[in-house]
Protein backbone atom coordinates (compact mmCIF):
# COMPACT_ATOMS: atom_id res chain seq x y z
CA UNK A 1 0.00 0.00 0.00
CA UNK A 2 0.73 3.57 -0.48
CA UNK A 3 3.00 4.71 2.31
CA UNK A 4 -0.18 7.65 3.32
CA UNK A 5 -2.82 5.10 4.16
CA UNK A 6 -0.90 3.93 6.92
CA UNK A 7 -0.33 7.25 8.67
CA UNK A 8 -3.79 7.37 8.94
CA UNK A 9 -6.73 6.59 11.70
CA UNK A 10 -10.17 4.84 10.29
CA UNK A 11 -13.55 5.24 10.53
CA UNK A 12 -15.07 1.68 10.87
CA UNK A 13 -18.43 2.17 9.12
CA UNK A 14 -17.63 1.29 5.83
CA UNK A 15 -16.67 -2.24 6.89
CA UNK A 16 -20.59 -1.89 6.71
CA UNK A 17 -20.87 -0.44 3.36
CA UNK A 18 -17.74 -2.57 1.58
CA UNK A 19 -20.53 -5.52 3.14
CA UNK A 20 -23.55 -3.61 0.98
CA UNK A 21 -21.32 -3.66 -1.98
CA UNK A 22 -20.43 -6.94 -1.69
CA UNK A 23 -24.00 -8.09 -1.69
CA UNK A 24 -24.96 -5.59 -4.21
CA UNK A 25 -22.49 -6.90 -6.97
CA UNK A 26 -23.91 -10.45 -6.49
CA UNK A 27 -27.31 -9.48 -6.64
CA UNK A 28 -27.56 -7.38 -9.72
CA UNK A 29 -24.12 -8.36 -11.49
CA UNK A 30 -23.53 -11.83 -10.33
CA UNK A 31 -21.09 -14.03 -8.61
CA UNK A 32 -18.55 -13.43 -12.21
CA UNK A 33 -18.44 -10.20 -11.67
CA UNK A 34 -18.18 -10.05 -8.06
CA UNK A 35 -14.97 -12.00 -8.45
CA UNK A 36 -13.92 -10.63 -11.55
CA UNK A 37 -14.06 -7.14 -9.68
CA UNK A 38 -12.09 -7.84 -6.31
CA UNK A 39 -9.41 -9.66 -8.10
CA UNK A 40 -8.95 -6.93 -10.64
CA UNK A 41 -9.30 -4.43 -7.72
CA UNK A 42 -7.25 -6.41 -5.55
CA UNK A 43 -4.13 -6.30 -7.89
CA UNK A 44 -4.12 -2.84 -8.66
CA UNK A 45 -4.82 -1.16 -5.42
CA UNK A 46 -1.99 -3.53 -3.94
CA UNK A 47 0.18 -2.45 -6.50
CA UNK A 48 2.59 -0.85 -4.57
CA UNK A 49 2.67 -3.49 -1.46
CA UNK A 50 3.52 -6.20 -4.59
CA UNK A 51 6.36 -4.49 -5.89
CA UNK A 52 7.47 -3.92 -2.07
CA UNK A 53 6.70 -7.69 -1.70
CA UNK A 54 8.62 -8.65 -4.98
CA UNK A 55 11.65 -6.47 -3.92
CA UNK A 56 12.05 -7.09 0.17
CA UNK A 57 10.20 -10.77 0.64
CA UNK A 58 7.10 -11.85 2.90
CA UNK A 59 8.36 -9.00 5.85
CA UNK A 60 6.50 -6.98 3.73
CA UNK A 61 2.94 -9.02 3.98
CA UNK A 62 3.90 -9.11 7.82
CA UNK A 63 4.73 -5.55 8.16
CA UNK A 64 1.16 -4.28 6.21
CA UNK A 65 -1.01 -6.95 8.29
CA UNK A 66 0.60 -5.82 11.60
CA UNK A 67 -0.14 -1.86 11.21
CA UNK A 68 -3.20 -2.47 9.05
CA UNK A 69 -4.86 -4.88 11.85
CA UNK A 70 -3.27 -2.55 14.44
CA UNK A 71 -5.21 0.59 13.37
CA UNK A 72 -8.26 -1.35 14.05
CA UNK A 73 -7.13 -3.01 17.08
CA UNK A 74 -8.03 -6.61 15.87
CA UNK A 75 -6.10 -9.70 17.57
CA UNK A 76 -3.87 -11.92 15.94
CA UNK A 77 -1.16 -13.86 16.05
CA UNK A 78 2.03 -13.38 13.32
CA UNK A 79 4.46 -16.51 12.97
CA UNK A 80 6.91 -15.13 10.00
CA UNK A 81 10.08 -17.02 8.68
CA UNK A 82 11.82 -16.04 5.58
CA UNK A 83 9.64 -18.22 2.79
CA UNK A 84 6.70 -18.39 5.40
CA UNK A 85 3.78 -16.53 7.01
CA UNK A 86 1.02 -17.61 9.27
CA UNK A 87 -1.60 -14.85 10.01
CA UNK A 88 -3.47 -16.04 12.78
CA UNK A 89 -6.51 -13.25 13.21
CA UNK A 90 -8.19 -14.20 16.81
CA UNK A 91 -10.89 -11.01 16.24
CA UNK A 92 -11.25 -9.23 13.26
CA UNK A 93 -12.27 -5.69 13.27
CA UNK A 94 -14.34 -6.02 9.88
CA UNK A 95 -16.53 -8.75 11.67
CA UNK A 96 -16.57 -7.91 14.96
CA UNK A 97 -17.75 -4.08 14.19
CA UNK A 98 -20.22 -5.34 11.67
CA UNK A 99 -21.19 -7.56 14.78
CA UNK A 100 -21.44 -4.37 17.23
CA UNK A 101 -23.77 -2.59 14.72
CA UNK A 102 -26.11 -5.78 14.31
CA UNK A 103 -26.13 -5.68 10.47
CA UNK A 104 -26.19 -8.65 8.36
CA UNK A 105 -23.35 -9.59 7.08
CA UNK A 106 -22.64 -11.11 3.79
CA UNK A 107 -21.94 -14.83 3.54
CA UNK A 108 -19.06 -14.28 1.30
CA UNK A 109 -17.37 -11.40 3.22
CA UNK A 110 -14.30 -13.56 4.63
CA UNK A 111 -13.85 -15.28 1.25
CA UNK A 112 -13.98 -12.01 -0.54
CA UNK A 113 -11.46 -11.07 1.78
CA UNK A 114 -9.06 -13.42 2.14
CA UNK A 115 -9.54 -16.02 -0.63
CA UNK A 116 -10.06 -13.63 -3.23
CA UNK A 117 -8.03 -10.47 -2.21
CA UNK A 118 -5.48 -11.78 -0.60
CA UNK A 119 -5.08 -14.93 -2.77
CA UNK A 120 -4.42 -12.05 -5.69
CA UNK A 121 -1.57 -10.11 -3.43
CA UNK A 122 0.19 -14.13 -2.65
CA UNK A 123 0.21 -14.91 -6.27
CA UNK A 124 1.16 -11.47 -8.26
CA UNK A 125 4.46 -11.76 -5.44
CA UNK A 126 4.60 -15.49 -6.28
CA UNK A 127 3.61 -16.98 -2.98
CA UNK A 128 1.18 -19.84 -2.34
CA UNK A 129 -1.51 -18.81 -0.23
CA UNK A 130 -4.46 -20.53 1.94
CA UNK A 131 -7.22 -19.82 4.38
CA UNK A 132 -9.63 -21.37 7.06
CA UNK A 133 -11.95 -18.42 8.49
CA UNK A 134 -14.90 -19.13 10.61
CA UNK A 135 -16.52 -15.77 9.45
CA UNK A 136 -19.55 -16.49 12.36
CA UNK A 137 -16.79 -16.01 15.03
CA UNK A 138 -14.37 -13.90 13.15
CA UNK A 139 -11.37 -15.59 13.13
CA UNK A 140 -9.04 -16.98 9.90
CA UNK A 141 -5.50 -18.23 9.90
CA UNK A 142 -4.16 -17.26 6.69
CA UNK A 143 -1.01 -18.77 5.42
CA UNK A 144 1.58 -17.29 3.22
CA UNK A 145 4.55 -19.19 1.62
CA UNK A 146 7.09 -20.45 -1.24
CA UNK A 147 8.13 -24.01 -1.94
CA UNK A 148 11.66 -24.49 -1.24
CA UNK A 149 13.14 -25.62 -4.17
CA UNK B 1 -30.12 35.32 14.41
CA UNK B 2 -28.07 32.08 15.29
CA UNK B 3 -25.06 30.99 13.65
CA UNK B 4 -21.82 28.42 14.12
CA UNK B 5 -18.94 28.06 12.44
CA UNK B 6 -17.25 24.93 12.80
CA UNK B 7 -13.61 24.85 11.35
CA UNK B 8 -11.77 21.24 10.98
CA UNK B 9 -8.49 20.26 9.48
CA UNK B 10 -7.42 16.79 11.40
CA UNK B 11 -5.98 14.36 8.94
CA UNK B 12 -8.03 11.05 9.72
CA UNK B 13 -8.80 7.78 6.89
CA UNK B 14 -11.68 5.63 6.65
CA UNK B 15 -11.07 1.80 6.98
CA UNK B 16 -8.27 0.61 5.50
CA UNK B 17 -8.34 0.59 1.92
CA UNK B 18 -12.16 1.00 1.38
CA UNK B 19 -12.50 4.47 -0.18
CA UNK B 20 -9.64 2.76 -3.10
CA UNK B 21 -12.29 -0.60 -3.47
CA UNK B 22 -15.16 1.93 -3.52
CA UNK B 23 -13.38 3.92 -6.25
CA UNK B 24 -12.31 0.93 -8.48
CA UNK B 25 -16.09 -0.14 -8.13
CA UNK B 26 -17.50 2.92 -10.34
CA UNK B 27 -14.77 2.44 -12.53
CA UNK B 28 -15.55 -1.16 -13.18
CA UNK B 29 -19.46 -0.74 -13.20
CA UNK B 30 -19.23 1.95 -15.66
CA UNK B 31 -16.69 0.12 -17.88
CA UNK B 32 -18.45 -2.99 -17.93
CA UNK B 33 -22.13 -1.59 -18.09
CA UNK B 34 -22.15 2.11 -18.31
CA UNK B 35 -22.84 5.18 -15.91
CA UNK B 36 -26.14 4.56 -15.33
CA UNK B 37 -25.38 1.79 -13.40
CA UNK B 38 -22.72 3.38 -11.39
CA UNK B 39 -25.99 6.02 -10.74
CA UNK B 40 -28.01 2.77 -9.63
CA UNK B 41 -25.68 1.62 -7.49
CA UNK B 42 -25.86 5.26 -5.61
CA UNK B 43 -29.10 5.00 -5.49
CA UNK B 44 -28.62 1.90 -3.33
CA UNK B 45 -26.47 3.51 -1.47
CA UNK B 46 -28.34 6.33 -0.61
CA UNK B 47 -31.45 3.95 0.09
CA UNK B 48 -29.64 1.90 2.16
CA UNK B 49 -27.01 3.96 3.94
CA UNK B 50 -28.61 7.66 4.66
CA UNK B 51 -31.71 7.00 6.85
CA UNK B 52 -29.95 8.61 9.09
CA UNK B 53 -29.15 11.84 7.89
CA UNK B 54 -32.67 12.12 6.50
CA UNK B 55 -33.86 11.09 10.10
CA UNK B 56 -31.73 14.30 11.11
CA UNK B 57 -33.17 16.55 8.68
CA UNK B 58 -36.52 15.43 9.40
CA UNK B 59 -36.52 16.07 13.00
CA UNK B 60 -33.94 19.05 13.17
CA UNK B 61 -33.53 20.60 10.04
CA UNK B 62 -30.74 22.22 9.33
CA UNK B 63 -29.56 21.64 12.95
CA UNK B 64 -29.55 18.28 12.25
CA UNK B 65 -27.12 18.48 9.12
CA UNK B 66 -24.89 20.30 10.91
CA UNK B 67 -25.02 17.59 13.98
CA UNK B 68 -24.88 14.32 11.43
CA UNK B 69 -21.49 16.20 9.48
CA UNK B 70 -19.81 17.52 12.58
CA UNK B 71 -19.92 13.80 13.81
CA UNK B 72 -18.89 12.47 10.22
CA UNK B 73 -16.12 14.93 9.15
CA UNK B 74 -14.52 14.43 12.88
CA UNK B 75 -14.04 11.16 12.14
CA UNK B 76 -13.52 11.16 8.43
CA UNK B 77 -11.06 14.12 8.68
CA UNK B 78 -10.12 16.56 5.85
CA UNK B 79 -10.22 20.47 5.86
CA UNK B 80 -13.62 21.94 6.22
CA UNK B 81 -15.93 24.51 7.51
CA UNK B 82 -19.38 23.89 8.33
CA UNK B 83 -21.54 27.16 8.78
CA UNK B 84 -24.80 26.99 10.42
CA UNK B 85 -27.51 29.71 10.70
CA UNK B 86 -31.48 30.23 11.30
CA UNK B 87 -31.61 30.05 7.38
CA UNK B 88 -28.56 28.28 5.94
CA UNK B 89 -26.26 25.50 6.70
CA UNK B 90 -23.02 25.31 4.42
CA UNK B 91 -20.03 22.85 4.11
CA UNK B 92 -17.15 24.67 2.79
CA UNK B 93 -15.03 21.28 1.68
CA UNK B 94 -11.48 22.98 1.57
CA UNK B 95 -9.72 18.88 1.10
CA UNK B 96 -12.28 16.04 1.03
CA UNK B 97 -11.01 13.35 3.05
CA UNK B 98 -12.12 10.67 0.35
CA UNK B 99 -11.04 12.21 -2.67
CA UNK B 100 -7.76 12.85 -0.47
CA UNK B 101 -7.33 9.33 -0.11
CA UNK B 102 -7.32 8.81 -4.03
CA UNK B 103 -5.39 12.00 -4.50
CA UNK B 104 -2.37 10.80 -2.32
CA UNK B 105 -2.11 7.24 -3.91
CA UNK B 106 -1.50 5.76 -7.12
CA UNK B 107 -4.99 5.06 -7.67
CA UNK B 108 -6.19 7.07 -10.51
CA UNK B 109 -9.89 8.67 -9.22
CA UNK B 110 -13.11 7.30 -10.99
CA UNK B 111 -13.98 10.22 -13.75
CA UNK B 112 -17.38 11.20 -11.82
CA UNK B 113 -16.29 10.35 -8.17
CA UNK B 114 -17.17 13.76 -7.24
CA UNK B 115 -20.67 12.72 -8.26
CA UNK B 116 -21.36 10.20 -5.54
CA UNK B 117 -22.13 12.62 -2.61
CA UNK B 118 -24.49 14.91 -4.13
CA UNK B 119 -26.21 11.65 -5.52
CA UNK B 120 -26.42 10.57 -1.40
CA UNK B 121 -27.44 13.68 0.24
CA UNK B 122 -29.47 15.59 -1.78
CA UNK B 123 -32.41 13.63 -1.98
CA UNK B 124 -32.77 12.99 1.78
CA UNK B 125 -32.19 17.06 2.30
CA UNK B 126 -34.83 18.26 -0.40
CA UNK B 127 -37.66 15.75 0.83
CA UNK B 128 -38.17 18.09 3.49
CA UNK B 129 -38.49 21.36 2.37
CA UNK B 130 -34.86 22.81 1.80
CA UNK B 131 -32.89 23.60 -1.55
CA UNK B 132 -29.72 22.12 -2.02
CA UNK B 133 -27.11 23.63 -4.02
CA UNK B 134 -23.23 21.37 -4.59
CA UNK B 135 -20.57 23.27 -6.83
CA UNK B 136 -17.52 21.00 -7.33
CA UNK B 137 -14.71 23.63 -7.04
CA UNK B 138 -11.73 21.29 -7.92
CA UNK B 139 -11.73 17.45 -8.12
CA UNK B 140 -8.01 17.37 -8.40
CA UNK B 141 -7.95 19.65 -4.61
CA UNK B 142 -10.88 17.78 -3.38
CA UNK B 143 -12.44 20.90 -3.41
CA UNK B 144 -16.12 21.72 -2.93
CA UNK B 145 -19.14 23.61 -1.33
CA UNK B 146 -22.41 22.32 -0.17
CA UNK B 147 -25.33 25.04 0.23
CA UNK B 148 -28.64 23.91 1.59
CA UNK B 149 -31.45 26.91 2.42
CA UNK B 150 -34.50 26.12 3.45
CA UNK B 151 -36.93 26.69 0.44
CA UNK B 152 -38.96 29.81 -0.22
CA UNK B 153 -42.46 29.20 -0.53
CA UNK B 154 -44.11 30.76 -3.54
Request: aromatic residues 14%.
Given at each position: ???Y????????????????????L?????????????K????Y????????????????????????????????????????????????????????????????????????????????????????????????????????? | ???????????????N??????????????????????????????????????K???????????????????????R??????????????????????????????????????????V?????????V??????????????????????
Open positions: MDEIYSQSVHKDFHGIMNYLIKYRENHGEKHLESFFEASAIYKPLIERVKKNGLIEIKKHLERTFSMEDGKFDLDYEENKLVFNVKKCPAIWHMKDKKLEIDKEFCKISTEIVSAVVAKECGYYFSVEYDQENGKCIQKFWKEEK | MYSEILEGGKIMISAEFILFYNELFKYLDKNFGKKEVEKLWEGIKNTYCKKIELVKEKGLKGMNEYWTHTLSEEGGYKLTLTDDEFIIDMHYCPSMGKLLNTHVEPYKDYCGHCPALYDPIEKYGFKDYYIISRDKGECRMHVRKEQKT
